[in-house]
Every structure is written in C-alpha cells, then in structure tokens.
C-alpha cells in the first residue's frame, strides 16, 4: 500500500466542540444597555432586570454626588443615543435644553460668558441654538433662555426639514441654584411659590413677555415651553394664563412643585390637618360656586394637557401623583397651606390644580432627594415611566361642588 492511500485510509480526528449553555451570549455582539435577551429562563431575565436597575441607581447616585461640574460635560453624562424617530426624544431634549439653561448661569458666575461651548453642547445634538436670554430683575441672574431650531445646524446632520417632534421656539426655565450669587433671589421666588403667591415670582413678568413674543412671531404651535422645579413652576404659570387666552401651548415640567401634607404619621396631627382641610375645602366650594371667573378658567384648562414628570419619591413634586389618583375627594385639591390661608381669610392662587395633565411617572429610580427631584433622570435613555393622562370635565367639576355643599349642609344641621 502507498503511503498516499495509508493517509488518506487514516481517519481524521473530530474536534471536540464545547456545547454552549441556554443562555450564552457572544461577548463580541455588543447590545443596548437595556437589551434583555427573549432566551433567558424566567429567574435569569428577572435577574438581569433587577442587575439593569441597580445599575441605573448607582450612575444617578454618581452623577449626584459629582455636584454640578459632572452635569456641564455632555459627554460625560449626556445622552448617547440621539435620534428624531426615538420614542422619547422629546422628553429628553426638553431636560437638555433645561440643563442649558443652569449652565448658562453658572458660567455667567463663574465669569466665562454666557454663550459657552458647554452650554451648546446640549443644545446642538437637537439642532437648537441660543437666540435669548432670560434675566432675573431682581438680580441679573440667568433664569432662562430661549432657544431656536436651526436650519444649519440641521444640514451638519444631514437632516433637510424640523421634525415634527421638535418646535421651532423652546423657552428654557431653570431651577434653584445654591450658590451665593443668586441664592437669596431663588430662595425668595421659592418662599412666593410655598405661600402660593406665585404673582409675587420676581421672573414672572419677564417669562410671559418673552413667551407672548415668541408667540405673535412664531404661532403659540412652534413653541414649547419647558422648566424643572421652580422653572416648571413658572412654565406652568405662564402655560396656564396662555391657556386662559385659548391658547393651548405645549409644557413640559421637571419635578412641577407642588406643597403638601398628604401623609402624616402622627395620628393627633393627621386628624388636626383633616379638620382644617374640610373646613377650608367647604369654604373654597362655597366660594367658587360664586366664582365665574374661576369656573370660566377651570373650562378653559379642560382642554389643555400640560406634560408632568413627576418622581414618587420626590417630596417636592410627588403629591401631583396622589393628587390626580385622588380627585374623587376635593380636598386633595388644596395643600395644607392653602387650607391655612383659607381660613385666615386670605385666598391663595392655587396654580397647581389642573383639571387635566399627562403625567410621567418614575417610581424605580432612587429614593434620595438630590437623586429623586434631580434633572439628569429625565435625559436617561433607560429611564421607565409609567404614563397616565387625567381628564376632569365641566361636569365632574359641578358634581363636586354640589357635593361639598351637601357637606356644609349635613356639616351645620349637626350642630
């Protein structure tokens, strides 16, 4: 036999292949952070959602504890995945654009100009760009801006027309800023908003003047407006009298404050605040059943959808969740503090009440308050909402109000 037979007769030895278990992945396919694989048991998918949340707990507690210098690098902690066809887009170019806002007046402090390359860095993303800023009167502080979709911009990105999902005009509201330069003019506006004394805002004035001029040159449809905390609280003012007008603009509202009492522990306290919330809540019916201007307003709201982000664990603005999950009882609709000035004879503006919202609600983000009430939340791709809409007509509004009378009746044949 030839040595070529002999080896081709010579059987070639199998190799070995290690069989892969169920739940391989190829460490070279590179998925989304939020990826879940469909093949996974029940047990490992429930494992790797719970590993995802606390991954996604531990990078907002990094991003809070680094302060604010770690909010200014975009691409540090700004979104990645940016495109007009993602879902939520919206909600995070609003949050970025209100992010801009705050670094606009930090380097307006920090003496490095206004119109800074850090600042733009969260606005070009979206094709957005400085057109104005917003002045405090009180001051001098930057308490906002406007920005403007550019066309040039967009032809960098290749994109040749505006979305619909983006507006021409977004007015950027910030929030409280702790830094001795404008500290007490923020603390001010906030103890205004405590007492429910909105009109008394300093930045009030201006945000409307600047938001009516946007409106007569770009038509209130192109123009959004978008705040966080005390900046949500003065787009929803302005939101709200535009709305008045019959002019239904869209808002987006970070962390909307809104102050209550809606649990207390203490059982003597708890029934304390009950009483005076009844008694202030049957005054308030009786006064708004007189009250044509505020029922003419109230119908006006009811078409009016204003966008909430509301965090559960966030004291600051938690209380619209229980506020609209209550609305069967009117005296959800009143803090603590409007019962107060109620029966001090005084009446507050209660600006927070609406009739309607769309509410986005996280309730698996962390529970500390830098965390919880912090911006960054609302630009985080991975971020779960849960989304509610509320609607309360004309006359639901009536039923309550007979309602409490029926409660000042019963409540007085009993003494």
Same mark, same amino acid.
């Not at 906030?190 to 009516?212: C, G, H, M, P």
């Not at 302005?238 to 239904?248: Q, Y």
């Given at each position: 036999?030839?040595?070529?037979?002999?080896?081709?007769?010579?059987?070639?030895?199998?190799?070995?292949?290690?069989?892969?278990?169920?739940? !391989?992945?190829?460490?070279?396919?590179?998925?989304?952070?939020?990826?879940?694989?469909?093949?996974?048991?029940?047990?490992?998918?429930?494992?790797?959602?719970?590993?995802?949340?606390?991954?996604?707990?531990?990078?907002? *507690?990094?991003?809070?504890?680094?302060?604010?210098?770690?909010?200014?690098?975009?691409?540090?902690?700004?979104?990645?995945?940016?495109?007009?066809?993602?879902?939520?887009? *919206?909600?995070?170019?609003?949050?970025?654009?209100?992010?801009?806002?705050?670094?606009?007046?930090? !380097?307006?402090?920090?003496?490095?100009?206004?119109?800074?390359?850090?600042?733009?860095?969260?606005?070009?993303?979206?094709?957005?760009?400085?057109?104005?800023?917003?002045?405090?009167?009180?001051?001098?502080?930057? %308490? +906002?801006?406007?920005?403007?979709?550019?066309?040039?911009?967009?032809?960098?990105?290749?994109?040749?027309?505006?979305?619909?999902?983006?507006?021409?005009?977004?007015?950027?509201?910030? +929030?409280?800023?702790?830094?001795?330069?404008?500290?007490?003019?923020?603390?001010?506006?906030?103890?205004?908003?405590?007492?429910?004394?909105?009109? *008394?805002?300093?930045?009030?004035?201006?945000?409307?003047?600047?938001?009516?001029?946007?409106?007569?040159?770009?038509?209130?449809?192109?123009?959004?407006?978008?705040?966080?905390?005390?900046?949500?609280?003065?787009?929803?003012?302005? +939101?709200?009298?535009?709305?008045?007008?019959?002019?239904?603009?869209?808002?987006?509202?970070?962390?909307?404050?809104?102050?209550?009492?809606?649990?207390?522990?203490?059982?003597?306290?708890?029934? %304390?605040?009950?009483?005076?919330?009844?008694?202030?809540?049957?005054?308030?019916?009786?006064?708004?059943?007189?009250?044509?201007?505020?029922?003419?307003?109230?119908?006006?709201?009811?078409?009016?959808?204003?966008?909430? !982000?509301?965090?559960?664990?966030?004291?600051?603005?938690?209380?619209?969740?229980?506020?609209?999950?209550?609305?069967?009882? %009117?005296?959800?609709?009143?803090?603590?503090?409007?019962?107060?000035? !109620?029966?001090?004879?005084?009446?507050?503006?209660?600006?927070?009440?609406?009739?309607?919202?769309?509410?986005?609600?996280?309730?698996?983000?962390?529970?500390?308050?830098?965390?919880?009430?912090?911006?960054?939340?609302?630009?985080?791709?991975?971020?779960?909402?849960?989304?509610?809409?509320?609607?309360?007509?004309?006359?639901? %509004?009536?039923?309550?109000?007979? *309602?409490?009378?029926?409660?000042?009746?019963?409540?007085?044949?009993?003494?």
């Amino acid at each position: 036999m030839s040595c070529s037979k002999k080896a081709e007769s010579r059987a070639k030895p199998k190799k070995e292949t290690s069989k892969q278990p169920e739940n !391989y992945i190829n460490p070279s396919v590179r998925f989304p952070e939020n990826y879940i694989n469909p093949f996974l048991t029940k047990n490992a998918m429930n494992q790797q959602i719970r590993r995802g949340a606390r991954d996604r707990e531990l990078k907002l *507690k990094s991003m809070a504890d680094a302060g604010v210098d770690s909010l200014i690098d975009f691409n540090a902690t700004g979104p990645k995945n940016i495109h007009a066809n993602s879902p939520n887009v *919206k909600r995070i170019s609003m949050a970025c654009l209100v992010n801009a806002a705050y670094i606009l007046e930090i !380097y307006r402090q920090r003496a490095m100009g206004a119109n800074t390359p850090a600042a733009s860095a969260w606005c070009e993303p979206f094709n957005y760009k400085l057109k104005h800023l917003l002045l405090s009167p009180a001051d001098g502080s930057i %308490f +906002g801006a406007v920005f403007v979709w550019s066309c040039l911009s967009a032809l960098r990105h290749f994109q040749f027309h505006r979305p619909t999902v983006f507006p021409a005009i977004v007015i950027a509201f910030r +929030g409280t800023i702790f830094s001795p330069a404008n500290i007490i003019s923020d603390l001010r506006d906030d103890f205004n908003l405590i007492l429910q004394q909105i009109n *008394k805002v300093s930045r009030l004035d201006e945000a409307l003047r600047v938001t009516k001029q946007m409106v007569r040159e770009y038509g209130a449809q192109n123009v959004s407006l978008a705040g966080h905390s005390l900046g949500a609280a003065i787009a929803l003012k302005v +939101g709200r009298i535009m709305a008045e007008e019959g002019l239904n603009m869209d808002v987006h509202l970070f962390n909307p404050p809104f102050f209550s009492l809606v649990s207390v522990k203490d059982e003597k306290l708890g029934i %304390f605040i009950h009483k005076i919330r009844e008694s202030a809540a049957r005054r308030l019916a009786k006064g708004r059943k007189d009250d044509a201007h505020a029922q003419a307003a109230f119908i006006a709201l009811q078409k009016w959808f204003p966008n909430l !982000y509301i965090n559960v664990y966030d004291p600051v603005s938690c209380n619209y969740f229980y506020y609209f999950r209550a609305r069967q009882s %009117f005296t959800a609709h009143s803090s603590i503090i409007n019962s107060l000035l !109620y029966l001090l004879g005084r009446k507050p503006e209660p600006h927070h009440l609406l009739p309607s919202a769309n509410l986005f609600i996280n309730s698996t983000g962390p529970r500390e308050f830098k965390v919880a009430h912090g911006l960054y939340q609302w630009w985080s791709e991975d971020t779960q909402l849960q989304t509610e809409q509320y609607s309360l007509n004309v006359q639901e %509004f009536a039923d309550l109000v007979n *309602k409490f009378d029926e409660v000042t009746v019963s409540g007085s044949s009993h003494h």
